[in-house]
């Protein structure tokens, strides 16, 4: 069972056309407070390097 605390993970797949729409998405998902989206121009993993 999930506890309260733990917020909906969202991952948001678009295509580049879409990113505008995405983006305004992304805010209003994220004022929410109870939603963690992710989208890769706002949470961006860092490169390993020498992998």
């Known amino acids: 069972m999930k506890s309260v605390d733990s917020k909906l993970r969202v991952f948001l797949c678009h295509s580049s056309q ?4 995405v983006c305004e998405l992304y805010r209003r998902l994220s004022a929410e ?7 890769d121009e ?10």
């Open 18 to 21: 879409d990113k505008p729409i």
């Open 33 to 39: 407070g109870w939603i963690d989206p992710w989208l």
């Open 42 to 51: 706002e949470k961006r993993l860092p490169a390993k390097i020498g992998a």
